[in-house]
């Protein structure tokens, strides 16, 4: 059982490079979500969704998009990276909106230079 | 005002310790309180749920909830060095939205 999968693990990039982090789970959980972890910040949401074809921003939206085409896959985009996009990103997952737990992915971290 | 505030420490304490980890809140509303353990350059996983007030005991941890205070606790007794890592306590209203403290870096010395 795969859980939630993230990549890449590692990933530098250019300011004003675009690229995409991939999400995949597999426990056919309908709700996925994006966070950023960064020091003395602790984790701030960036989009969620609630099932395919539905999403909806979090806390720091901003510079981020996503889509959900499948209930298996996430993406998030970063459209034009900024040194303040440097943090390391995890995708979760839930069974449901209300689903009480959310289970991590095991992160991304993403250097912007 | 955070809505969950959390000592980020760090936190050492000898193996056998019995550690006390914190968080206050200030959403009364507050119903569903999780506690994650993350392991350095991994995600959070799950250690502790909580429902509501009370307490919860799996093994050696121990969390407790006082919303007449809003505080919550994780205790874990007989630490052990596999122990060491960052604690975060997390907080939902209905599983919408979920409020992570910063955590706590714990290290347990052998």
């Known amino acids: 059982n795969a859980g939630v999968t993230q990549t890449p693990k590692f990933q530098v990039l250019k300011t004003g490079q675009s690229m995409t982090l991939q999400c995949a789970q597999d426990m056919n959980h309908e709700y996925m979500s994006w966070y950023r972890q960064d020091p003395g910040m602790g984790l701030r949401l960036i989009h969620y969704?609630?099932?395919?074809?539905?999403?909806d921003q979090g806390e720091v939206p901003n510079g981020y998009n996503v889509s959900r085409s499948t209930t298996e896959d996430f993406p998030l985009r970063l459209l034009s990276a900024a040194p303040s996009q440097t943090s390391v990103y995890f995708c979760?997952?839930?069974?449901?909106?209300?689903?009480?737990?959310?289970?991590f992915g095991e992160g991304s971290w993403l250097t912007v230079v | 005002q955070k809505e969950v505030e959390q000592d980020p420490g760090p936190l050492s304490v000898p193996e056998g310790a019995i550690v006390s980890l914190n968080c206050t809140y200030s959403?009364?509303?507050?119903?569903?309180f999780m506690w994650y353990r993350q392991y350095s350059r991994k995600g959070p996983e799950l250690l502790m749920y909580t429902y509501s007030s009370g307490n919860k005991e799996d093994g050696r941890f121990t969390a407790q909830v006082d919303k007449s205070s809003k505080y919550i606790s994780l205790f874990i007794r007989d630490s052990q060095p596999s122990d060491s890592a960052t604690y975060l306590c997390?907080?939902?209203?209905?599983?919408?939205?979920?409020?992570f403290g910063t955590g706590t870096s714990l290290t347990v010395i052998p």
């Open positions: 997390a907080m939902s209203l209905t599983g919408n939205q979920f409020y």
């Open positions: 979760a997952s839930s069974f449901n909106l209300g689903g009480n737990t959310i289970y």
């Open positions: 969704s609630v099932g395919a074809g539905i999403t």
């Open positions: 959403n009364s509303a507050f119903q569903y």
